[in-house]
DNA sequence: ATATTAAATGTACTTTTTACACTTATTTTT
DNA sequence: AAAAATAAGTGTAAAAAGTACATTTAATAT
């Protein structure tokens, strides 16, 4: 096979800053890495890609073999490629996000990897470059919540209004008139109301809902502008 | 220097996707290609990554050594890494957008390298997956311009209200009432009229306005909403 | 002088967003 | 059994933003 010559090849890897939310706040997972340099410290997940393997199937990959879940929702982030970012070897890092509902992922832990998920807020310093990776992660988030409804993947299949006003005032770091949000999201007819009551945060109970998955597979795209302040957001 | 084993190395090379706009529609510059495979056929403008390089850098150049120009809107894209993208060899492409002003660019042609503007709706076919490339920084762009005051990198220092409209007009590919959108350009306060008039594309002529640079600069994440019509847009 | 062309501009109506406070269901305490 | 405590749930009026729509104006060409 003809190849290109005289052109320096690298590594190439992917990572993954996985986002999860337990109902109060917004946390991460974090391994402690195998490898040297920097063996024992906290990092974000991630893996050399492999031959026959292109990004997103590399990021697959992590996040199954870390949390054995599947069709996690994944997004690229942004390539990463300063030249001295990995001290041993250059290394180009293709990063992903990731937002899993940490529910599910507590009953499929794999604790071969020491992977621990830490409140966003109260992170481990990160190897190399992640802490930047996180960084520009969360700035995303935030972005495209405020158009899209992607927080509904860090929930649970059945959650109340108020935890998912949590959620969004967690994210945006700010808090909403509870009439206005809960009109606002009825409004995007994403909501199925449930018979039951979760009763575990309040002596009345809230309502349960569904996400109604059909409309929100037609109107992700659509906008909810759910924008505290614009000039907040990157 | 101690080195990751047995791990494969890829190459990495940058492309960029540069809109150009010549008051009238959307253009994308292309260049024959030079080497094998694929010698002579249309392609992005590219280049392998150097080692001491990091990707702004790499896009940089090739902006430089094509264009000329510095300091060009520039904006990384995605990372394209599907094994087989290029046949030769896998080679890993991290595409960056670039918006610049086409009448600054033509007096500062390199016709080295033969390249070329094409109007976006009739660009020839493109090498490897550039075409995909090509699809998703036009959404890119389309996304970008509905929230940010992002079009005016591909205008001239002096631009006229309807010429913003066209541009916005073509991006959107619709049409919008024009003293809606007189109304909605002057409320972001962006525009600094000027006491000329372009008069050659009417015979009353239509003033000039320059883009206030601090304000441009302070508000750019403002968001401007300039959706037609929420549903058409990624 | 008249016709032609594209630029510039205002207003009424509709929709969306915002600000704001009381009632309800249930559990806990006395 | 009554009272207190807690968080859920809900409506309305005012302000802001967005939309639809037609005429006048400045300059050139005939």
Redesign the interface.
Known sequence: ????QK??????AVDCIIFGFDGTELKLLLVQRGL?PEKGKWSLIGS????????EKGANRILNDMTGLEGVYLE?L??F???DRDP?????S?AYFALIDIHQYERQLNDDFHAEWFPIKSAPRLIFDHEQMVEMAKKRLRYKAAFHPILFELLPEKFTVPQLQNLYEGIFDTVFDKRNFSRKIQSTKLLIKQKDKDKENSKKGAYYYKLDKRRYAANF???LNF?PN??N??
């Open positions: 096979m003809p190849k290109y052109q320096t090849r690298f590594l190439v040297e050399f890609i492999r031959e026959e393997e292109d990004f690229q942004h390539a490629g300063k030249p041993i070897e250059r290394t180009i293709v795209h659509a906008f924008i614009p000039d957001i990157k």
